[in-house]
C-alpha cells in the first residue's frame, strides 16, 4: 500500500484542519477544534490529537475506534519515511532550491503555531489570490524584523483552498547572511530582482513582494502605517510584463511587534546592515528582548488589480508604471486605515 | 577538424566519435604532451597550443573546423596552476591568431564554463547566456574563461565568416572526470561552509561529447549552433544532498575557516579548492538551458541528478553509503517504543 509515502509526517493534520474549517467539513463529526492545532509540533507529538490526524491522513474511517497504537504506527512509519527520504538525500528542490518536501513538513509546522497562536492572525479576502496561474502580491512591510513575510507565507499556504505556496522575494541581505540564506532559499524565497520575479511568475507561481524594502521594515514606531516609496515601481512592470494580476495586501499587527523607538546607526554602519533597531526592551533585555510583542493580526488580501489588458510595450511607460504603483499603494494605505479603524486593541 | 587538448580524457573520446562521422575527413589532435589514450585513427600532432607553431599545424592541414577543448582548470601532470592560466590564456590567444590568419577555417568551437558567471549573493537564482555577472570572478579558472571569451568575442568580430560556438558548461562529471569539484567530491569527508547550501547543477561527460558533437558539425535544420549556450543537466541538487547520495559526511566550518582547510589541501597537493571554487560551494550556480533546448536544439540524456547518481556509483560507497542509512532508520522502525521520539529527533537534522 502506498499510502506510507503520502501520510503527512508532522502538524499537517492542522493544515489540513485548516483547509477543511473553511469547507463543508466532511466526515462528519470529529473536527478538530482550534485549540488543538498542535502545539510545538516538530518536537512534541501529543497523544491526544494522534488517532484524529492519522485517520484524517489516510483517508479512512476505519481506525477511528482503535484507540491511538494505530495512529501511532502511521505517524511513526510516515516520520520514518521522511527521514529516510532526508539522509539519503531523496527529494527534490527547484532550480530557486526551494524545497517543497521540507517547508511543507517542518518549516511550517514551526512557523504555524506563531501565525495561529501567537499572532492569531485573522486572513481576509483570500478569495483575491486565484487558484492557479501567477499572481503577484504586493504587501506593506513593517516590525523590524521580517516576520510579516513568514506570516504571510503561512497565511496563504493555510487558508487558501488550492494551498498554495507563497513565493517571497527578499533583500539581497537574506542572501548574504549565513543560514538565514539556506533557510530562505529551501523555504522558497529568492532575492527580490525582476529576472527572478519574471521566472517564477511565468512559471504560475504566486510571488509575494513588499516593495517598501527596508524603508518600510526600519521605519520608527512613531511612523507606524504609513507606506513609504515604492522603490521605482519595478514591481508593476514585472507583474506587467508576465500578464498577472497584481493583489494587494495589507498586514496590520506587524507594525507593533518591535516597536523601534530608536535606530543606531553607528552602530548599524558598524554590523553592515541597513538599520539597528532599539525597541523598549531590546538590546536592554539581550536575547529576551528579541521576543516580538504578541499583537493580534489582520492580513487583508485587496481585489486584483488585472495587468493583462496593456501591449507588451507597456512595461517601459514610465508614467503607467509610476499610476498602477499608485493605485496599488492607495488601495493598500487605504485597507490599512480601514483596518485599523476596525480593529479593538493592539493585542485582542 | 582540429581539436586541441587531445590529450585530455574528454578531448580523445571526443576524438573518437566524431571521426566515425561521415562528414569528418580528417581529425587532426593536437597537445603539448602524448595521450595516454587511443586516438583511433585521428592524427596526433605534438604542438603546444601557446608557440605559434599552431598556425602551422593549421595551414598544413587545411583544417576547416578547429574545436577548442583545451581550456580547463586543472593542468595536465605536473606544473599546477601557472600552466593551466598560461595554456587557457595564452594557448587560446595563439590559436585564435592562428585562426585568423587561416583563410580555410569556418567553423570555431570553443569549450567554456558557467563559471564566468562567478557567484554572489547578489546574483539572479538562474543565470542565462545575457546576466551580466555581478562580480567579475577575481581569478583562477573561472577568470580565465571569461578572458578566453573576451578573446572568442574579439575573434568572433574580426572574421564574421566564421561561425563561432562558446560552450559554457556546467560541472562536468562522469566516469572519469578531472574537473575540481570532482576532485572535492572525491574527499572522504567534504568541508562545507558553515550555513549555505549551494544549488549545483553538472552535465554528464556523454552529453559533453554529443553537443560538441552537435556544435561541430552543420547545424541540423530550424537549430543553429553558433552563439553562446549555457550547457547543464535538468534539475538542480543542493550539496547537502551530494554528500548524502554520496554518503560522504559533512564537515560545515566557519567561511574563513574553509579558505584555511582549502589552502592547507591545495598544499598537500590534494585538490584545487581556489577562492572562486570556494565561492560555488558557498552561494552556488544554476544556468537556464532553454536556449540549449531551443537553438542549439539538443537535450542532455542525463539530469543533474542522474549524472550525479552516475558518478557516485562510479566513485563508490562513502563512508555513510544512503543504503546503510536508509537500512538504520528502518531499524529503528523496528525498535518498539524509540521510534517515535527518535524520528523526530533525528528529522530536524536531517532537515538542515
Known amino acids: ?348 | 577538424m582540429l581539436v586541441t587538448g587531445a590529450a585530455r580524457q574528454l578531448s580523445g573520446r571526443f576524438v573518437r566519435r566524431i571521426q566515425r562521422d561521415p562528414g569528418v575527413d580528417r581529425v587532426i589532435a593536437v597537445d603539448a604532451v602524448s595521450p595516454g589514450h587511443q586516438l583511433g585513427d585521428a592524427e596526433f600532432v605534438l604542438a603546444d597550443i601557446r608557440q605559434s607553431a599552431i598556425a602551422r599545424v593549421l595551414a598544413e592541414h587545411s583544417v576547416d573546423t578547429v574545436v577548442h577543448l583545451d581550456v580547463s582548470a586543472k593542468a595536465l601532470g605536473a606544473g599546477g596552476r601557472t600552466t593551466a592560466k598560461e595554456t587557457n590564456v595564452i594557448g587560446t590567444m595563439q590559436l585564435l591568431g592562428a585562426c585568423q590568419k587561416s583563410p580555410s577555417v569556418q567553423r570555431l568551437v570553443v569549450k567554456s564554463s558557467t563559471s564566468v558567471y562567478g557567484s554572489a549573493p547578489r546574483d539572479p537564482a538562474v543565470f542565462t547566456e545575457t546576466t551580466p555577472p555581478k562580480s567579475l570572478p577575481s581569478g583562477g579558472f573561472a577568470k580565465d574563461a571569461v578572458e578566453v571569451e573576451g578573446y572568442v568575442r574579439g575573434f568572433a568580430r574580426r572574421r564574421p565568416d566564421v561561425a563561432v560556438c562558446v560552450l559554457r558548461f556546467a560541472n562536468i562529471l562522469g566516469p572519469d572526470p578531472d574537473s575540481p569539484l570532482a576532485d572535492y567530491l572525491a574527499l572522504p569527508v567534504l568541508p562545507t561552509v558553515l550555513g549555505y547550501d549551494p544549488r549545483l547543477q553538472f552535465v554528464h561527460e556523454d552529453d559533453v561529447v554529443d553537443v560538441l558533437e552537435i556544435a561541430a558539425r552543420e547545424p541540423r535544420r530550424g537549430t543553429l549552433n553558433s552563439g553562446t549556450f549555457n550547457i547543464a543537466g535538468d534539475g538542480v541538487l543542493l550539496l547537502s544532498q551530494c554528500s548524502r547520495r554520496l554518503g560522504r559526511p559533512t564537515v560545515p566550518l566557519l567561511l574563513p575557516a574553509v579558505t584555511w582547510v582549502g589552502t592547507a589541501l591545495r598544499t598537500v597537493g590534494m585538490t584545487d579548492f581556489s577562492p572562486e571554487q570556494i565561492r560555488l560551494l558557498t552561494h552556488g550556480r544554476v544556468v537556464s538551458t532553454v536556449q540549449m533546448r531551443e537553438t542549439l536544439g539538443f537535450r542532455p540524456k542525463f539530469t543533474t541528478a542522474g549524472t550525479f547518481a552516475e558518478f557516485a556509483r562510479s566513485r563508490g560507497p562513502g563512508l555513510l553509503p544512503p543504503e546503510r542509512v536508509g537500512r538504520a532508520v528502518g531499524r529503528l522502525a523496528e525498535l518498539p517504543m524509540a521510534g517515535g521520539p527518535a524520528d523526530t529527533t533525528h528529522s530536524t537534522h536531517g532537515a538542515r
Open chain 1, 1 to 348: 500500500m502506498a499510502d506510507a509515502k503520502v501520510i503527512p509526517f508532522d502538524d499537517d493534520r492542522s493544515r489540513s484542519g485548516a483547509g477543511r474549517r473553511r469547507g463543508a467539513l466532511p466526515g462528519g463529526g470529529r473536527v478538530q477544534g482550534p485549540s488543538s492545532a498542535g502545539p510545538a509540533p516538530v518536537s512534541a507529538l501529543p497523544g491526544g490529537q494522534v488517532p484524529e490526524g492519522a485517520a484524517e491522513a489516510a483517508g479512512a474511517a476505519q481506525d477511528g475506534g482503535k484507540g491511538p497504537g494505530s495512529g501511532w504506527d502511521r505517524r511513526i512509519a510516515g516520520g520514518l519515511a521522511f527521514l529516510r527520504r532526508r539522509l539519503t538525500g531523496d527529494y527534490d528542490v527547484d532550480e530557486f532550491g526551494y524545497d517543497e518536501e521540507l517547508t511543507d513538513q517542518v518549516l511550517m509546522s514551526v512557523l504555524r503555531p506563531l501565525a495561529d497562536k501567537y499572532f492569531r492572525v485573522e486572513v481576509k479576502g483570500i478569495e483575491n489570490i486565484p487558484s492557479d496561474g501567477g499572481a503577484l502580491i504586493v504587501a506593506n512591510h513593517s516590525g523590524t524584523l521580517p516576520l510579516d513575510g513568514l506570516m504571510l507565507q503561512v497565511a496563504v499556504h493555510d487558508n487558501h483552498p488550492a494551498e498554495r505556496h507563497l513565493r517571497l522575494l527578499a533583500a539581497d541581505l537574506v542572501f548574504m547572511l549565513p543560514v538565514v540564506n539556506e533557510l530562505a532559499r529551501k523555504a522558497g524565497h529568492t532575492l527580490a530582482c525582476a529576472e527572478d520575479a519574471e521566472r517564477l511568475l511565468q512559471a504560475g507561481e504566486v510571488v509575494g513582494v513588499m516593495p517598501e524594502g527596508f524603508k518600510g521594515i526600519g521605519k520608527p514606531f512613531s511612523e507606524r502605517y504609513k507606506l513609504q516609496r515604492f522603490g521605482r515601481g519595478g514591481f508593476v512592470s514585472t507583474a506587467l510584463r508576465a500578464g498577472v494580476p497584481i493583489v494587494p495586501c495589507s498586514i496590520v499587527g506587524a507594525e507593533e511587534i518591535y516597536p523601534m523607538i530608536g535606530n543606531s546607526k553607528t552602530l548599524a554602519r558598524v554590523l553592515g546592515i541597513p538599520y539597528f533597531p532599539v525597541t523598549p526592551t531590546f538590546p536592554w533585555l539581550g536575547p529576551l528582548g528579541m521576543l516580538p510583542l504578541p499583537t493580534k493580526w489582520t492580513i487583508q488580501f485587496g481585489e486584483p488589480i488585472p495587468t493583462d489588458g496593456y501591449p507588451p510595450e507597456a512595461a517601459e511607460d514610465p508614467m503607467l508604471m509610476f499610476n498602477l504603483t499608485d493605485q496599488v499603494r492607495e488601495q493598500i494605505q487605504h485597507t490599512l486605515y480601514k483596518l485599523l479603524v476596525q480593529r479593538r486593541s493592539v493585542f485582542f
